[in-house]
């Protein structure tokens, strides 16, 4: 058994960790967690009391992370502002969250010499275009395009600066894109279920023609743990489960699963300096550490996931109209 302080586990993919841990290892959680707009205490009703702790604070504030961080095994670092969009309307959070926060969790994780694993996102190496045969690798130059993806690029290396200087005993994965349940109705995939769900059209930006690598939250969930448990220190690991979709594609799913015609969209205003194309490489992590990804049916993997949203309006519905109102603000 092993203590796991979990950064971020009220959020879409902490959360869905924290269920996957509890279920698949007898370890026990700490989650420590700002509770923004993105965090739900909903996404973690219900688990047992005996192997899991909430605590409400942030990740900048050092006298908080310093006691956490000297009582626990290992710091699954997952807290982070996420949203590209909401990052090019108010870039500061992501500095102070992003930077900051990884910052005053790595100094607590080497003074008190703990196990770190910092989660990141492919968007740090830029983007692809759509017919490059390349695909990321652990070895691709760091080239981010947004305020967010630029603050964790920033926050990536903070942690390899750490463990060169200081000896931090870290590891880092960088993950294309998540889906699954408990994913915010601001993010691509629940937004236009919940808009279907509303009546109201799926807004696809610019063309369509963005491809992102999708992964399930579950496959995520397990290659971190394959990590802390095997992962070499100081090295990091791609993520990715070949799951590559133009954004077209995905939308024209959703409607088939939903029941409507295959052409009930809208076309807005484009993403600005929006990435075109996302593709991981995750050879290093499946021949190294010998980990597979479970959920290759994405199709399937769909249904399941507007059934939930469907099954469970109580979680997103207090979200939903603050959030399309902004969008409306912004054209999208
Ligand atoms: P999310 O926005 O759903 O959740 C973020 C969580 O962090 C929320 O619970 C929020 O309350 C918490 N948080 C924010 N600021 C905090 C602070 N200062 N102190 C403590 N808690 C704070 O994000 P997500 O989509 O679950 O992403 C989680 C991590 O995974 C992020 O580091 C992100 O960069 C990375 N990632 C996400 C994806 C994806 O597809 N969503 C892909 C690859 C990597
Ligand atoms: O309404 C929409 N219409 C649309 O076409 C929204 C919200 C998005 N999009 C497009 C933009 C992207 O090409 O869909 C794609 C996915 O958008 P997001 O869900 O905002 O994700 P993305 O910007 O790709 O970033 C996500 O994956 C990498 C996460 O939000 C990041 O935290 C993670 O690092």
Same mark, same amino acid.
């Given at each position: 058994?092993?203590?796991l302080?979990?950064?971020?586990?009220?959020?879409?993919i902490?959360?869905?960790f924290v269920h996957?841990?509890? /279920?698949n290892?007898?370890?026990?959680?700490?989650?420590?967690?700002?509770?923004?707009? $993105?965090?739900?205490v !909903?996404?973690l009703?219900?688990?047992? #009391?005996?192997?899991?702790?909430?605590? &409400?604070?942030?990740?900048?504030?050092a006298?908080?992370?310093?006691?956490?961080?000297?009582?626990?095994?290992?710091?699954v =670092?997952?807290?982070?502002?996420?949203?590209?969009?909401?990052?090019?309307?108010d @870039?500061? @959070?992501?500095?102070?969250t992003?930077?900051?926060?990884?910052?005053?969790?790595?100094? #607590?994780?080497?003074? =008190?010499?703990k196990?770190f694993?910092?989660?990141?996102?492919?968007e740090v190496?830029g983007?692809?275009e759509?017919?490059? @045969?390349?695909?990321?690798t *652990?070895?691709?130059?760091? %080239?981010?395009?947004s305020?967010?993806?630029?603050?964790k690029?920033?926050?990536?290396?903070?942690?390899?600066?750490?463990? +060169?200087s200081?000896?931090?005993q $870290?590891?880092?994965?960088n993950?294309?894109?998540?889906?699954?349940?408990? &994913?915010?109705?601001?993010?691509?995939?629940p937004? &236009?279920?919940?808009?279907?769900i509303?009546?109201?059209?799926?807004?696809?930006?610019?063309k369509? !023609?963005?491809?992102?690598d999708?992964?399930?939250?579950?496959?995520?969930?397990s $290659?971190?743990?394959?990590i802390?448990?095997?992962?070499?220190?100081?090295?990091?690991y791609?993520?990715?489960?070949d799951? *590559?979709? %133009? %954004?077209?594609?995905?939308? *024209?799913?959703?409607?088939k699963?939903?029941? &409507?015609?295959?052409d009930a969209?809208? =076309?807005?205003?484009? +993403?600005?300096?929006?990435?075109?194309?996302? #593709?991981?490489?995750?050879?290093?992590?499946?021949? /190294?550490?010998?980990w597979?990804?479970?959920?290759?049916?994405?199709?399937a993997?769909? *249904?399941?996931t507007?059934a939930?949203y469907?099954? %469970?309006e109580?979680w997103? +519905? @207090?979200?939903? #109209?603050?959030? /399309?109102?902004?969008?409306?603000?912004?054209?999208?």
């Amino acid at each position: 058994m092993q203590k796991l302080l979990v950064t971020g586990g009220a959020g879409f993919i902490g959360s869905n960790f924290v269920h996957y841990v509890l /279920e698949n290892t007898d370890h026990h959680v700490t989650v420590l967690d700002k509770l923004t707009y $993105a965090g739900n205490v !909903e996404s973690l009703a219900g688990l047992p #009391a005996d192997r899991f702790t909430l605590v &409400q604070g942030d990740i900048c504030d050092a006298a908080v992370v310093d006691g956490l961080v000297a009582g626990t095994d290992v710091v699954v =670092h997952y807290a982070a502002e996420s949203h590209n969009d909401n990052s090019l309307h108010d @870039p500061r @959070p992501f500095l102070d969250t992003n930077i900051i926060g990884t910052y005053t969790l790595i100094e #607590a994780a080497r003074k =008190h010499n703990k196990r770190f694993h910092h989660i990141s996102t492919d968007e740090v190496y830029g983007d692809l275009e759509l017919d490059d @045969p390349e695909r990321f690798t *652990e070895n691709t130059p760091y %080239n981010p395009s947004s305020p967010y993806s630029s603050t964790k690029a920033g926050s990536d290396l903070l942690v390899r600066a750490w463990v +060169r200087s200081f000896g931090l005993q $870290a590891t880092i994965s960088n993950c294309s894109n998540n889906y699954g349940p408990y &994913q915010h109705v601001e993010k691509f995939i629940p937004r &236009q279920i919940t808009n279907v769900i509303d009546g109201i059209r799926p807004k696809l930006y610019g063309k369509g !023609e963005n491809v992102r690598d999708w992964i399930h939250a579950n496959d995520h969930s397990s $290659a971190v743990l394959a990590i802390i448990a095997k992962g070499r220190i100081g090295e990091t690991y791609l993520i990715g489960a070949d799951g *590559e979709k %133009n %954004n077209k594609d995905v939308v *024209e799913l959703i409607l088939k699963h939903m029941g &409507q015609a295959p052409d009930a969209y809208d =076309h807005v205003v484009d +993403r600005p300096g929006h990435d075109m194309r996302y #593709a991981i490489d995750s050879s290093k992590l499946r021949d /190294e550490l010998g980990w597979e990804p479970k959920f290759s049916n994405f199709d399937a993997g769909i *249904e399941d996931t507007i059934a939930w949203y469907r099954n %469970n309006e109580d979680w997103w +519905r @207090p979200q939903k #109209a603050a959030t /399309e109102a902004k969008y409306k603000e912004q054209g999208q």
